[in-house]
């Protein structure tokens, strides 16, 4: 009788193949998860915790046949240039700053914003993506506004610059302080909302638009409100240049932050391409962490010391970068770019292809675990687990089902391989944040897709009007 009072407010997943993830790298083969609220409650055997949990249950999910994997985490992609997707395609370096993103981000109002991060979120979801790191654009609100919405998971930044050549003129006149003030004004309203599922971070958009001031005031203020710095380190040989120029320093950016003592734990570096031997071993003591960006590394940057950084115990994670970097914003597609990328790579680096470098178990740790560590979220993301290291018990329902019964994944004979080297965004069919369904066969939940198409469209169209960005027409069109 005593049972029968019990509430049923439990949601089991069973019959499921599970990549925990987790220390002692656990796969079930037919497994199941007990949910509660936004946590994951137990994790075992379909049998076990059907027997143990089923009297409990308000929902009983069956999903044999199905993949589950911890909620994917991008660790560096820029919402609010989701809009801007094609408008910088096939452009050199300069141009593609100066002529397109600039005069797009800061004609962008933060309706725009909104609607950029909602098309985004929508594009991540579907790559089965439950937190990501935002670069930072300018209009945090608009940001937040679409994460609560959609019911990701997030670390917002603004973007900040106090300096440099060829700023637009709404920036220029921008202090060093008004940087600062207008980040800590965001970290207020904005930090620790949407039931926890967003933090607000400190953004600095790159060494060559920074003064030393604004590098160490951040520095501080990250530190004081024990919260996350993103920042692009080390993107171009031209960066590395300007800085051993100007501040006489023997290699770059890298070198650089570490002498005037930048360098620490909090500190998410975007890319970081161009750095020597010795500057992976100061991000290694410092415990910087990396966002490794395959696609647009190969389209604007270079090759990445990836493997490099791996073997110094740097922690490497995952990011898509922005639509006008990359135009596809898949976390799935990244892991298999970031695969065969740096196998191929390794032909310059020891003269020959290395088909062992990089193995899918790496890569997928990259988007979970190491992604969930570059977010300063490890405590409770990252893996499927009972019993991260927070106090109240267990780690956050953020869970990805994947189908890989179609023509792109089967046969499977290891499902880390299938998912890593087959596995096709249109293969993630249900998405979880914080215990919440966000996607369900497909579908967005919590937003209408086709209206933010719809809008999003609009949107673009006439912020691109407003910062007289043309794109010139190619080919023959009549
Ligand atoms: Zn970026």
Redesign the pocket.
């Known amino acids: 009788m005593e049972e029968e009072k019990e509430k049923k407010v439990l949601t089991i997943l069973h019959g499921a193949v599970i990549i925990t993830m987790d220390k002692d790298k656990r796969v079930f083969k037919n497994g199941a998860i007990v949910i509660e609220q936004d946590r994951i409650k137990a994790i075992d055997q379909s049998r076990s915790i059907l027997s143990q949990f089923s009297h409990l249950a308000l929902h009983i999910l069956d999903l044999t046949g199905h993949i589950l994997l911890p909620g994917l985490i991008n660790t ?1 992609v ?1 919402t609010s240039q989701q809009l801007a997707r094609g408008i910088a395609d096939d452009v050199d370096l300069m141009t593609w700053l100066h002529d397109r993103i600039w005069p797009y981000e800061s004609n962008m109002n933060e309706h725009d914003s909104y609607l950029s991060t909602l098309l985004c979120g929508i594009e991540l979801i579907h790559s089965g993506v439950t937190c990501f790191a935002e ?1 930072g654009g300018q209009h945090v609100s608009g940001m937040a506004r679409a994460v609560e919405l959609l019911g990701l998971r997030a670390c917002l930044a603004q973007s900040t610059m106090d300096y440099g050549h060829g700023l637009p003129s709404s920036w220029a006149t921008r202090t060093t302080h008004d940087c600062l003030q207008s980040q800590k004004d965001n970290y207020e309203k904005f930090h620790n909302t949407s039931q926890g599922r967003i933090r607000v971070w400190f953004g600095i958009r790159q060494i060559m638009n920074s003064t030393e001031r604004l590098l160490l005031e951040t520095r501080d203020a990250a530190r004081q409100l024990k919260t996350g710095i993103h920042m ?1 380190v080390a993107e171009i040989p031209y960066e590395n240049q300007l800085v051993m120029d100007v501040h006489k320093v023997n290699h770059g950016t890298v070198t650089y932050l570490d002498k005037i003592d930048f360098l620490q734990s909090n500190l998410l570096a ?1 890319h970081s391409v161009w750095i020597d031997n010795n500057e992976i071993s100061l991000l290694s003591r410092a415990e910087v962490k990396v966002s490794h960006c395959p696609a647009a590394a190969m389209r604007m940057l270079g090759f990445s010391p990836v493997r490099e950084m791996l073997d110094a115990d740097v922690c490497v994670s995952l990011g898509t ?2 639509a006008p ?1 990359n135009n596809r914003m898949s976390i799935v597609d990244e892991m298999y770019l970031a695969s065969l990328i740096n196998k191929g790579r390794e032909v310059y680096a020891n003269g020959t292809t290395d088909p062992t470098a990089l193995p899918a178990e790496t890569i997928l740790k990259m988007a979970t675990v190491n992604g969930a560590k570059s977010v300063l979220w490890d405590d409770e993301l990252g893996s499927l687990e009972v019993g991260k290291k927070v106090v109240i018990g267990s780690g956050y329902a953020d869970i990805v089902v994947v189908n890989p019964s179609s023509w792109t994944m089967v046969p499977i004979h290891d499902c880390i391989s299938s998912i890593v080297y087959c596995m096709r965004t249109e293969n993630v069919v249900s998405v979880m944040c914080n215990g919440v369904w966000i996607m369900k066969n497909k579908k967005i939940i919590n937003v209408d897709e086709e209206e933010v198409i719809l809008k999003a469209k609009q949107a673009s169209v006439e912020l691109l009007k407003r910062a007289g960005i043309t794109i010139p027409t190619r080919m023959n069109v009549i």
């Open positions: 560096h820029h670069a692009h975007a970068d922005g970097s």
